[in-house]
């Protein structure tokens, strides 16, 4: 079994299960750990309203902390649509998806796909440098930059098998399947879960906070 | 022909101009990559060569190599290289049959000890009943052919890494000729067929060079298979531009885009289909509308289905993504039922004290 025949079967085949069965894991397992009834009284009739609301308002910060926060916040909007856009918008991931799930939609252009995959890995570079560069404000840890590689890695690896830098063609793309399929079994059980989580955590603030009467 | 003729006496003999066998010379030059001065030093000396000795076994096979090499286009010099050659022993072209044809493969052995050339086509069997020729299993004739010869070259995948025969579930468990010989230098020219020319520029860079040529890491000459099929493909700018052909018959296949959605292989086959091609410079597959099916790699058989993209897994059916999602949902939920207990009997505990 050649590298690439690993990483396209066993390998990335592991890996969704494991993405699967932990993120559900961990969804079902957060979720249903409900908390007790706050048995106060409500100081704001909409406070469920209010707090669903903020699922949506908080896409962007308050006003107040825009200087702080415009370097982090551009850059990971940046990141976050440029990747989308890539594991979405490029062919061989449309057929890959497709094998997987049946649904196909049209592709971009690769020199479309390349822009974005760059944009994606530079914003991505831009996010580690302020992260090392302001230790008080990030407080990182070592999981912070194990998640870091794990994210660019894919990124890295696609640049350069579509480039053809570096080792041959068939070997980059296997590099580049297996560095999906670590980042596919990582992220249930990492920081990376918060593409699920900011969705809770949003409407649990904006709903405590309402109860409570304060307004955000 | 004589024993002793020169390839320059049958050129000669054949009414080939001194023009047409430079112009050879220098194309099978530069294809290999050799200097430029190589061009007439080749000419030279395959003009001086004499017939080395061929020993052509056919194991495992469907007689497409020899086809491609015998029937390639019309009479050219390739061909009549292969002509020049001493074909002491082939199942397929040799006018000899039974004792007589074997008595020839051991004659030429035997006179021709330490230079001779095996040339194999078709995979070996290690069930050894599996392919016999004159009651010899095909193991026990390529290692008695292999004992004494100076190399050994695999014609066509089959032979080089084991090709169709070796594909799942490999009924007579086959393998390729460097699975069993260890000891002697060996060069594959694999392909489903192999490009002729990559057959008789081997041979002639032996005849006129006395070495063998450069290999990639698969045994492969790097001058014929260094390069990828996709980034010499033609079509290349439409996948740039990511127009593709989506079926045999629509739009994008009468324009002759890009034909990966359809299970082209190009982008990880190694091969000079795109640049040399078939029949003489007409055209390849992909040309004639049919993606890569990566004929040349080890397994590409298996290598997924011929009308599956090179981008797509294989997952086999998708239950077991769905047992781990109903395992992993039934975990969480037992997760979260074993800490809501435990935090009811701690706050049981804590009533208990007030």
């Keep these: 079994m050649s590298l690439l025949d690993f990483a396209r079967g066993p390998a990335i085949h592991a890996s969704l299960i494991i993405l699967v069965a932990g993120i559900l894991l961990r969804l079902v397992g957060v979720l249903a750990l409900t908390r007790g009834a706050d048995l106060s009284r409500p100081r704001d009739a909409f406070g469920n309203f209010k707090g669903y609301r903020t ?85 990182s840890t070592v999981g912070d930059y194990i998640t870091w590689a794990i994210v660019a890695l894919p990124l890295v690896t696609g640049l350069m098998a579509f480039a053809h830098v570096g080792p041959r063609y068939e070997t980059m793309l296997a590099l580049h399947i297996l560095s999906a399929a670590l980042l596919f079994a990582y992220m249930p059980f990492s920081k990376l879960m918060h593409a699920f989580w900011f969705i809770f955590s949003r409407a649990q603030s904006g709903l405590a906070y309402a109860h409570k009467g304060v307004r955000i | 022909m004589a024993e002793r003729a020169t390839f320059g006496d049958l050129l000669h003999s054949r009414g080939v101009s001194r023009r047409a066998f430079l112009k050879f010379c220098s194309t099978t030059a530069s294809l290999m990559a050799l200097p430029a001065g190589t061009a007439t030093a080749m000419a030279e000396a395959l003009s001086a060569a004499r017939r080395p000795s061929v020993i052509w076994l ?55 000890s330490g230079e001779y050339l095996v040339l194999v086509d078709g995979s070996i069997p290690l069930l050894e009943y599996c392919s016999t020729v004159a009651g010899i299993s095909n193991k026990a004739m390529l290692v008695a052919a292999c004992e004494h010869a100076a190399a050994v070259i695999n014609i066509g995948t089959c032979a080089a890494y084991g090709g169709i025969p070796v594909a799942k579930p490999n009924p007579t468990k086959a393998v390729a000729v460097g699975d069993i010989i260890k000891d002697k230098p060996i060069i594959n020219v694999p392909g489903c067929p192999p490009m002729p020319l990559a057959i008789t520029g081997v041979i002639a860079q032996y005849l006129t060079l006395g070495k063998l040529p450069q290999l990639d890491h698969l045994g492969r000459p790097v001058a014929f298979f260094g390069e990828n099929i996709h980034d010499r493909c033609y079509r290349r700018p439409f996948y740039d531009r990511g127009q593709f052909a989506e079926t045999f018959d629509d739009e994008g296949a009468r324009k002759g885009w890009c034909l990966y959605k359809l299970g082209c292989k190009a982008p990880v086959a190694y091969n000079a289909c795109a640049h040399i091609k078939w029949n003489n410079g007409v055209s390849f597959p992909i040309q004639s509308g049919h993606g890569c099916i990566g004929c040349s790699e080890p397994g590409f058989w298996d290598m997924g289905g011929v009308y599956q993209s090179v981008a797509t897994g294989k997952f086999g059916d998708g239950a077991k993504l769905g047992a781990a999602a109903t395992a992993g949902a039934a975990l969480g939920a037992g997760a979260a039922i074993l800490a809501r207990r435990r935090k009811a009997a701690l706050h049981g505990e804590d009533s208990a004290e007030h």
């Design chain 2, 58 to 112: 056919s194991f495992q096979e469907c007689t497409g190599c020899t086809e491609a090499l015998t029937r390639s286009h019309a009479p050219t010099l390739e061909s009549l290289l292969f002509n020049f050659i001493s074909l002491d022993y082939h199942h397929t072209l040799q006018a000899a049959s039974g004792d007589a044809a074997e008595h020839a493969r051991e004659e030429a052995q035997h006179a021709n």
């Design chain 1, 55 to 139: 699922v949506f308002s908080r896409f962007w910060p308050s006003s107040e902390f825009t200087t702080a926060t415009i370097y982090q916040t551009a850059m990971a909007y940046v990141f976050h649509l440029a990747a989308l856009l890539v594991v979405v918008g490029i062919v061989p991931h449309i057929e890959f998806i497709t094998s997987l799930t049946g649904f196909s939609w049209p592709g971009l252009p690769n020199w479309l796909g390349v822009a974005m995959g760059t944009l994606a890995l530079g914003s991505l570079i831009a996010l580690i440098i302020r992260r090392l560069s302001h230790p008080a404000v990030y407080n």
